[in-house]
């Protein structure tokens, strides 16, 4: 059986000043933002909402103790959280609408109840994670020197909000990262065996679009990406709709142990996989659902034929970020293989999405050849 389907409510705004009038912002909200996005739309509106600001309690990505330190500040009486923000502060945010006796760590290796005590409105400010759509929080686990990602359906925002005005002071690293990572989601996605005819149609539109902006961004230069803000904001929500249904795979499961150990940023580490991953598909499984992917690869780059289409597909990817050797993060060979043990133990969600089978050796094999080049 297949199933598809899409939780949060899209709407979509020309700025954030139209959507804060239509959602009537009051006392009982707390806004979650990093300062600049607070500074620059929230603050000039005088709003009378509760504020937090992840910063504050840590750098980075999510980690269970930054979660836990934001947990202890939420005030009493709060019934809906507004998350502005990046992967970073959605994924808090999700685990701020749950009530749970539990830490973090405890919510994510599933060893409390948790249920939904506040409702979410997900608002994007890079164009990457769709997680503005998804039931899915990611945090590292600080005692566990690793990331998890938590499926809770009651996580799932309430509304999903696209407002391209917000990441037009994206960071190119971060649009770069970012983007890459919804591309990631797109191909996992539509090569995982979850997918349907429906989360394909997602998947083809998110890889379609965000291929033919490369494009343009290559040629045009780096910083012409904001004119093309609006459509890898949708192509990232799409890239979301396709893996909250269909699952994400290899790439994000061997990414993982970079981003926990090397602190390697999450679109960057899947960069670092990506390729690696894909070629051993290749060769283990030439034929079936890869060769669809490289019709629909083939037609953004408006080309009849599929021949060395990966060639295009990965040098373009290295045109918008370059991609390093694990080695240049300080990755040793001799560590590899504990790398695989803990996805292998860890990551089974994500490796049941793989388009076909990787072994232990695979898995070993796809590192090393990500290690040096
Ligand atoms: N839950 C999911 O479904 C899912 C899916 C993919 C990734 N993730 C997680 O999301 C996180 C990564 O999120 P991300 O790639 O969106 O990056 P991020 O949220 O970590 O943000 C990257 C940097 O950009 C800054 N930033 C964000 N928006 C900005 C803006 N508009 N203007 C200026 N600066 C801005 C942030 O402050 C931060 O310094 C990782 O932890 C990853 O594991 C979750
Ligand atoms: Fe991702």
Known sequence: MKTFAIHPTIQEYDSFKEFAAEVNLGKSDLILANDTIYKTFVEPLGLSCFLISPKKYGVGEPTDAMIDAVRRELPEG?????????????????????DSQGSTEDIFMGRCEAHKARSLIAVPTTCGTGTEVTNVSVTALVRLNTKKGLALDDMFPDFAVLIPELIQN????????????????SVESFLSPKASAYSQMYSVQAIDLIT????????????????????????????????????????HALSYPLSGKYHIAHGEANLLMFEGVIRKYL??????????????????????????IWDQFFALLNQIFERRPLS???????????????????????LSNNYCELSKEDMIAIYRSCLDR
């Not at 994206?170 to 989601?185: I, K, N």
């Open 328 to 350: 240049s993060y300080g990755v040793q060979t001799d560590e590899l293989e504990m790398f695989v043990d803990g996805v292998v133990e860890g990551q089974q969600r994500l």
């Open 170 to 185: 994206l960071p190119y690293r971060f649009f770069a990262t970012s983007s890459v990572d919804a591309m990631v989601h």
């Open 283 to 308: 060769e283990l499984q030439p034929e079936g659902g890869i060769q669809d992917l490289e019709v629909v690869l083939a037609r953004a780059f408006e080309t009849e034929s599929t021949a060395g």
């Open 78 to 98: 709060i019934e809906r959280i507004i998350a502005i923000g990046g992967g970073t502060v959605i994924d808090i945010a999700k685990v701020l609408m749950l």
């Open 212 to 251: 033919r902006c490369y494009r343009k961004v290559v040629f045009e230069g780096q910083e012409t990406w904001v004119r093309h803000s609006a459509d890898f904001l949708r192509a990232s929500n799409y890239g979301g709709i396709a893996f909250g249904n269909a699952g994400c795979a290899a790439v």
